[in-house]
C-alpha cells in the first residue's frame, strides 16, 4: 500500500488540487452574478445568466491550462532543474500528455454548459422582446438604449429578427460557433482509432487550436454581457426602483432610467502568458530544427530496419531520450518521433527506425534503401533533428538495482542504456551508482530486432573478456513460434549457444513469470530500492505496476516507471 | 496524408455530431423553445444518426477496434444492405438530415457538425470507401478437455524429460526451472 502512495501520491495529489480550484472558479463566478449590478439581468434571464458565466471562468482557467503541458522544451528544462531535488516531481512532467487530455475533456464539459446556458440566454432574451406589452417589465428593459445603442441592456435590439440572425451577427455569437466547431473537429480527430493509425489528420486538424485561441480571445470584445453602469447604481437602486418600473424616469420619481454597459473582455488575461510561452516553444523548436545534421553512415538491418548515424554540433544526450526528425524533402510539416539508440559517450547520434509508414518508406528510399550501391554522402538528404527530450529512462542512473523491461520495439531506449552501461565501465567509472541491471526482453520474434541481439552479442563479449558477467543479467523471451522451429530448438538443447541469437543466455519461450522474478530480486537485494522501467504495452504496465506494489515489503521497494509514447 | 481511410474519421465526427444535435433538441424540447418542432425532429435525427454510426466499419488493412457492444448494432445495419454500405447514401442522408437544425438556434451546432461530417463521408466515397460489418470469427476454438492428460496445443519447445533434468554443471544455463522434480520414472 506505501508503494501506492510513493508511485501515485503526487498524480492524486495534483488532480485534486485542480479539481479544487475548478469548483472553486466556478461557484465564484456564480455567486458573483448574484448582485445586485446584474438585477435587471437576472429579471430576464434568470440563473441561467449564472450557469453561463460560471464554466466561462472555468474555461478562462482550463485554457490557460492546456497550452502548458505540450511546451516540450520548457518542461524538459523544468525536468532537468527538478531532478536533482526530487525524482519524484520529475516523473510526474512524464505524464504531460495525460494531464493535456484530461484539461481537454474538462473544457469540452464547460463548453457544452456554457453553450447550453447561452441557448436559454438567447431565447429568453427573444422572448422579452416579443412580449410587446409595456406593463412587463422585461420588454420595458428591452426598450432601454433603443436611441443611442450604447446603454441598452439586451444584445437583441430588435424583435424583427431571431436569435440565428443575432448569432451570426454578433462578434460574440460568431466567434463562438467558429471555435466550437474547431474544438470539435479537434476531439474527433484526437480519438486513440485515428490517432495511432492516420497520426497527420490528427496532428493537421489539431493546428485549429490557433483558430481557437484567436477566437477565444476576440470571443469577449463584443462585451455582450451587460449589467448596470455603477454610476446607474448610485442612483438608481434595482430593489426599491424595480416596481415601479411603468415610472421610471418620468419628473417627480427618484427612480431615473438605469444605464447599462457590458464587461470588458478578461480571457486574454488568463492566456497571454501560456500563448507567449508557447510561441516561444515552436521558436526553440524551429532554431534547434534549423540546426545542421550531417549523416555521416546509414546501415540497412534485415527485417526492415533502417539505422541512421548522424552528427549535429553541440547536441548533447543522455541515456534513454528521444529526438523529433523531419525530413523536409520528403514533407515540410511532419516531425516523427525516434528513440535515440546511441549512448551520450558516443560521438554520434543514432536512431533506428522502422519502416511502417509512408514517411519511414520515403526516408528509406532517400536514404538509397533500395540501391545497391554506395550513395556518395552528399546525395543524402538534408534532415532536421529536435530534442533530445527526456523520458523516465534517464532516472535509470539513479537507482542501486535496475530492472529493464522492453517488449517488443519497446526495447529501443534501452539500447542507449546497455551502451552507456558499458561505456561507464570501461572508461572504469568508480562514481557508477548502478550495481546489477536485470533486463528482460518480450519479442514475438527476434528478427526484427536483429541489430539489439547483435548489441548483446558484442556486450556479452566485452562482459567475458573483463569477466564482469554477473553485472548484466539478461533475459530474452520469445513469445511466439513455429511447429518447425520448435523442433529445431529441441535438438539444439544442449548447445553452448543458443540457436537463435547465438547469445549464451539461453532464450526462454512463453512469458515471464513475474511473481517469481520480482520474488527472486527482492531476496536477492534486500533493503535496496529497485527501478522498474517498462516500454511496452499498456496491459503489461498495469502487470507490473500491481507487481511493483504486492513485492514492495520492508526492505525492498520496486519504484515503476513507465515510457510514454 | 497516405492511406487514411476518411470514413474513419467521418464516423467519429458524425458520432459527436448526433450526440449534439440530439442534446441540442433536448434542451429546446425542454426549454419549450419557439421552434420546438425543430429540436424535436433535431432529437429523431440525432438519436437515428447515432444508432446508424455505433457500429464502426472493418478497415481496410489493419486491425479494426470495435466498439463496445456494437454487435447487435452491426446486424441491424448490415440488414439494409447497400443503403448502408455506399457511402455516398450516407453523404446525403447526413446533409438532408441536417437541415431542418439550421432554423433553430439550439440545433445549429449539431447541424453543422452533421454537415460537416457529411462531407468527409462525401470525401470517403469518392476515394472509392464503402462500410464492411465486423462480424466474429466464426470458426470456435477446439474445447480443452477437461482432462490434464490432454497435451498443450503448442508447447514451449521442451526437449523430453531425461534432458531436463537440470545438470549441477551447467545451473546457470538451465532455460527451465522445473517446480517439481522430473524422473524418468514419473
Redesign the interface.
Same mark, same amino acid.
Not at chain 1, 446556458?117 to 432601454?144: G, K, T
Not at chain 1, 542504456?417 to 541491471?437: A, C, D, G, P
Given at each position: 500500500m506505501g508503494n501506492f502512495a510513493a508511485n501515485e501520491g503526487l498524480s492524486i495529489f495534483v488532480i485534486l488540487v485542480w479539481l479544487g480550484i475548478n469548483a472553486f472558479l466556478f461557484v465564484h463566478f456564480y455567486m458573483a452574478f448574484l448582485v445586485d449590478r446584474y438585477y435587471y439581468t437576472r429579471v430576464i434571464l434568470g440563473h441561467a445568466l449564472s450557469w453561463a458565466r460560471a464554466p466561462a471562468a472555468c474555461l478562462n482557467f482550463n485554457c490557460m491550462l492546456i497550452l502548458l503541458p505540450v511546451c516540450r522544451n520548457l518542461l524538459s528544462f523544468l525536468r532537468g532543474s527538478i531532478q536533482c531535488c526530487s525524482r519524484t516531481a520529475a516523473r510526474q512532467l512524464d505524464r504531460n500528455l495525460t494531464f493535456h487530455k484530461l484539461v481537454a475533456y474538462m473544457i469540452a464539459l464547460h463548453t457544452?454548459i456554457h453553450?447550453?446556458a447561452h441557448?436559454?440566454n438567447?431565447?429568453r432574451f427573444?422572448?422579452s422582446q416579443l412580449m410587446i406589452n409595456n406593463s412587463h417589465l422585461p420588454y420595458v428593459l428591452s426598450q432601454i438604449g433603443k436611441n443611442d445603442n450604447r446603454s441598452y441592456l439586451n444584445p437583441i435590439r430588435t424583435n424583427e429578427t +431571431?436569435?440565428?440572425i443575432v448569432?451570426f451577427t454578433t462578434i460574440a455569437g460568431l466567434t463562438g460557433?467558429v471555435i466550437?466547431?474547431a474544438l470539435?473537429?479537434i476531439?474527433?480527430?484526437s480519438?486513440e482509432?485515428?490517432r495511432r +493509425?492516420?497520426f497527420?489528420?490528427f496532428w493537421?486538424t489539431h493546428h485549429l487550436f490557433i483558430v481557437f485561441f484567436i477566437g477565444l480571445v476576440a470571443h469577449g470584445i463584443g462585451r455582450i454581457v451587460r449589467g448596470q453602469t455603477v454610476e446607474s447604481i448610485i442612483v438608481h437602486d434595482p430593489k426599491k426602483c424595480h416596481s415601479k418600473f411603468e415610472t421610471w424616469g418620468q419628473s417627480g420619481t427618484d427612480c431615473p432610467k438605469p444605464d447599462f454597459a457590458g464587461n470588458p473582455p478578461m480571457t486574454w488575461k488568463w492566456v497571454v502568458g501560456p500563448m507567449f510561452l508557447y510561441v516561444c516553444e515552436r521558436l526553440v523548436r524551429f532554431y534547434r530544427s534549423q540546426q545542421k545534421v550531417v549523416i555521416t553512415k546509414v546501415v540497412m538491418h534485415p527485417s526492415k530496419t533502417l539505422e541512421l548515424q548522424m552528427k549535429k554540433k553541440g547536441f548533447k544526450m543522455e541515456v534513454g531520450q528521444y529526438v523529433f526528425m523531419q525530413c523536409p524533402s520528403i514533407s515540410q510539416l511532419e516531425w516523427h518521433p525516434f528513440t535515440l539508440t546511441s549512448a551520450p559517450e558516443e560521438d554520434h547520434l543514432s536512431v533506428h527506425i522502422r519502416i511502417v509508414?509512408?514517411w519511414t518508406q520515403a526516408l528509406y528510399t532517400a536514404c538509397g534503401g533500395d540501391k545497391t550501391v554506395v550513395l556518395d554522402a552528399w546525395t543524402l538528404p538534408k534532415l532536421a533533428v529536435d530534442g533530445p527530450f527526456g523520458t523516465a529512462s534517464e532516472d535509470v542512473f539513479r537507482y542501486e538495482v535496475v530492472m529493464l523491461v522492453g517488449a517488443g520495439i519497446g526495447v529501443t531506449p534501452f539500447a542507449s542504456v546497455l551502451k552507456s552501461v558499458w561505456y561507464k565501465h570501461v572508461q572504469e567509472n568508480k562514481n557508477v551508482f548502478t550495481k546489477k541491471i536485470y533486463f528482460y526482453w518480450l519479442c514475438p520474434e527476434t528478427q526484427a530486432f536483429e541489430w539489439f541481439a547483435d548489441l548483446l552479442q558484442s556486450l556479452e563479449r566485452q562482459m567475458t573478456e573483463k569477466d564482469m558477467r554477473d553485472f548484466l543479467s539478461y533475459n530474452i523471451y520469445l513469445t511466439r513460434?513455429k511447429?518447425a522451429?520448435?523442433?529445431?530448438?529441441?535438438?539444439q538443447?544442449?548447445a553452448e549457444n543458443d540457436p537463435i541469437t547465438g547469445l549464451?543466455?539461453?532464450?526462454?519461450?512463453?512469458k515471464p513469470n513475474w511473481d517469481?522474478e520480482f520474488s527472486a530480486i527482492a531476496t536477492q537485494h534486500p533493503g535496496s530500492k529497485v527501478g522498474v522501467f517498462l516500454c511496452g504495452p499498456t496491459a503489461l504496465a498495469k502487470a507490473l505496476g500491481k507487481q511493483c506494489i504486492s513485492h514492495t515489503e520492508s526492505g525492498t521497494e520496486f519504484i515503476f516507471n513507465k515510457e510514454n509514447f | 496524408m497516405g492511406k487514411i481511410e476518411w470514413a474513419m474519421w467521418a464516423n467519429e465526427q458524425s458520432l459527436a455530431a448526433g450526440l449534439i444535435y440530439a442534446t441540442g433538441g433536448i434542451v429546446g424540447v425542454a426549454g419549450q423553445f419557439r421552434g420546438w418542432q425543430f429540436a424535436a425532429f433535431g432529437i429523431a435525427a440525432g438519436v437515428f444518426v447515432c444508432l446508424l454510426e455505433y457500429p464502426r466499419s472493418k478497415r481496410r488493412k489493419g486491425t479494426s477496434v470495435e466498439r463496445t457492444g456494437q454487435y447487435c448494432f452491426t446486424v441491424c445495419v448490415k440488414a439494409f444492405g447497400p443503403l448502408t454500405r455506399n457511402y455516398y447514401v450516407r453523404a446525403f442522408l447526413h446533409a438532408a438530415l441536417c437541415v431542418p437544425g439550421g432554423f433553430m438556434l439550439a440545433t445549429v451546432l449539431g447541424c453543422v457538425c452533421l454537415g460537416i461530417a457529411s462531407l468527409i463521408y462525401l470525401s470517403a466515397a469518392i476515394h472509392g470507401e464503402h462500410w464492411e460489418p465486423i462480424l466474429p470469427r466464426t470458426e470456435q476454438p477446439k474445447s480443452v478437455g477437461n482432462s490434464i492428460k490432454e497435451p498443450p496445443q503448442n508447447p514451449p519447445p521442451r526437449p523430453p524429460p531425461e534432458l531436463r533434468r537440470k545438470k549441477v554443471d551447467k545451473l546457470e544455463t538451465a532455460v527451465y526451472d522445473n517446480p517439481m522434480s522430473v524422473t524418468i520414472n514419473e
Amino acid at each position: 500500500m506505501g508503494n501506492f502512495a510513493a508511485n501515485e501520491g503526487l498524480s492524486i495529489f495534483v488532480i485534486l488540487v485542480w479539481l479544487g480550484i475548478n469548483a472553486f472558479l466556478f461557484v465564484h463566478f456564480y455567486m458573483a452574478f448574484l448582485v445586485d449590478r446584474y438585477y435587471y439581468t437576472r429579471v430576464i434571464l434568470g440563473h441561467a445568466l449564472s450557469w453561463a458565466r460560471a464554466p466561462a471562468a472555468c474555461l478562462n482557467f482550463n485554457c490557460m491550462l492546456i497550452l502548458l503541458p505540450v511546451c516540450r522544451n520548457l518542461l524538459s528544462f523544468l525536468r532537468g532543474s527538478i531532478q536533482c531535488c526530487s525524482r519524484t516531481a520529475a516523473r510526474q512532467l512524464d505524464r504531460n500528455l495525460t494531464f493535456h487530455k484530461l484539461v481537454a475533456y474538462m473544457i469540452a464539459l464547460h463548453t457544452a454548459i456554457h453553450i447550453i446556458a447561452h441557448l436559454f440566454n438567447f431565447e429568453r432574451f427573444m422572448d422579452s422582446q416579443l412580449m410587446i406589452n409595456n406593463s412587463h417589465l422585461p420588454y420595458v428593459l428591452s426598450q432601454i438604449g433603443k436611441n443611442d445603442n450604447r446603454s441598452y441592456l439586451n444584445p437583441i435590439r430588435t424583435n424583427e429578427t +431571431s436569435q440565428t440572425i443575432v448569432m451570426f451577427t454578433t462578434i460574440a455569437g460568431l466567434t463562438g460557433v467558429v471555435i466550437t466547431l474547431a474544438l470539435i473537429l479537434i476531439i474527433t480527430s484526437s480519438m486513440e482509432v485515428i490517432r495511432r +493509425s492516420y497520426f497527420e489528420v490528427f496532428w493537421f486538424t489539431h493546428h485549429l487550436f490557433i483558430v481557437f485561441f484567436i477566437g477565444l480571445v476576440a470571443h469577449g470584445i463584443g462585451r455582450i454581457v451587460r449589467g448596470q453602469t455603477v454610476e446607474s447604481i448610485i442612483v438608481h437602486d434595482p430593489k426599491k426602483c424595480h416596481s415601479k418600473f411603468e415610472t421610471w424616469g418620468q419628473s417627480g420619481t427618484d427612480c431615473p432610467k438605469p444605464d447599462f454597459a457590458g464587461n470588458p473582455p478578461m480571457t486574454w488575461k488568463w492566456v497571454v502568458g501560456p500563448m507567449f510561452l508557447y510561441v516561444c516553444e515552436r521558436l526553440v523548436r524551429f532554431y534547434r530544427s534549423q540546426q545542421k545534421v550531417v549523416i555521416t553512415k546509414v546501415v540497412m538491418h534485415p527485417s526492415k530496419t533502417l539505422e541512421l548515424q548522424m552528427k549535429k554540433k553541440g547536441f548533447k544526450m543522455e541515456v534513454g531520450q528521444y529526438v523529433f526528425m523531419q525530413c523536409p524533402s520528403i514533407s515540410q510539416l511532419e516531425w516523427h518521433p525516434f528513440t535515440l539508440t546511441s549512448a551520450p559517450e558516443e560521438d554520434h547520434l543514432s536512431v533506428h527506425i522502422r519502416i511502417v509508414g509512408d514517411w519511414t518508406q520515403a526516408l528509406y528510399t532517400a536514404c538509397g534503401g533500395d540501391k545497391t550501391v554506395v550513395l556518395d554522402a552528399w546525395t543524402l538528404p538534408k534532415l532536421a533533428v529536435d530534442g533530445p527530450f527526456g523520458t523516465a529512462s534517464e532516472d535509470v542512473f539513479r537507482y542501486e538495482v535496475v530492472m529493464l523491461v522492453g517488449a517488443g520495439i519497446g526495447v529501443t531506449p534501452f539500447a542507449s542504456v546497455l551502451k552507456s552501461v558499458w561505456y561507464k565501465h570501461v572508461q572504469e567509472n568508480k562514481n557508477v551508482f548502478t550495481k546489477k541491471i536485470y533486463f528482460y526482453w518480450l519479442c514475438p520474434e527476434t528478427q526484427a530486432f536483429e541489430w539489439f541481439a547483435d548489441l548483446l552479442q558484442s556486450l556479452e563479449r566485452q562482459m567475458t573478456e573483463k569477466d564482469m558477467r554477473d553485472f548484466l543479467s539478461y533475459n530474452i523471451y520469445l513469445t511466439r513460434w513455429k511447429d518447425a522451429e520448435a523442433a529445431h530448438f529441441r535438438v539444439q538443447y544442449e548447445a553452448e549457444n543458443d540457436p537463435i541469437t547465438g547469445l549464451k543466455q539461453k532464450t526462454r519461450y512463453g512469458k515471464p513469470n513475474w511473481d517469481n522474478e520480482f520474488s527472486a530480486i527482492a531476496t536477492q537485494h534486500p533493503g535496496s530500492k529497485v527501478g522498474v522501467f517498462l516500454c511496452g504495452p499498456t496491459a503489461l504496465a498495469k502487470a507490473l505496476g500491481k507487481q511493483c506494489i504486492s513485492h514492495t515489503e520492508s526492505g525492498t521497494e520496486f519504484i515503476f516507471n513507465k515510457e510514454n509514447f | 496524408m497516405g492511406k487514411i481511410e476518411w470514413a474513419m474519421w467521418a464516423n467519429e465526427q458524425s458520432l459527436a455530431a448526433g450526440l449534439i444535435y440530439a442534446t441540442g433538441g433536448i434542451v429546446g424540447v425542454a426549454g419549450q423553445f419557439r421552434g420546438w418542432q425543430f429540436a424535436a425532429f433535431g432529437i429523431a435525427a440525432g438519436v437515428f444518426v447515432c444508432l446508424l454510426e455505433y457500429p464502426r466499419s472493418k478497415r481496410r488493412k489493419g486491425t479494426s477496434v470495435e466498439r463496445t457492444g456494437q454487435y447487435c448494432f452491426t446486424v441491424c445495419v448490415k440488414a439494409f444492405g447497400p443503403l448502408t454500405r455506399n457511402y455516398y447514401v450516407r453523404a446525403f442522408l447526413h446533409a438532408a438530415l441536417c437541415v431542418p437544425g439550421g432554423f433553430m438556434l439550439a440545433t445549429v451546432l449539431g447541424c453543422v457538425c452533421l454537415g460537416i461530417a457529411s462531407l468527409i463521408y462525401l470525401s470517403a466515397a469518392i476515394h472509392g470507401e464503402h462500410w464492411e460489418p465486423i462480424l466474429p470469427r466464426t470458426e470456435q476454438p477446439k474445447s480443452v478437455g477437461n482432462s490434464i492428460k490432454e497435451p498443450p496445443q503448442n508447447p514451449p519447445p521442451r526437449p523430453p524429460p531425461e534432458l531436463r533434468r537440470k545438470k549441477v554443471d551447467k545451473l546457470e544455463t538451465a532455460v527451465y526451472d522445473n517446480p517439481m522434480s522430473v524422473t524418468i520414472n514419473e
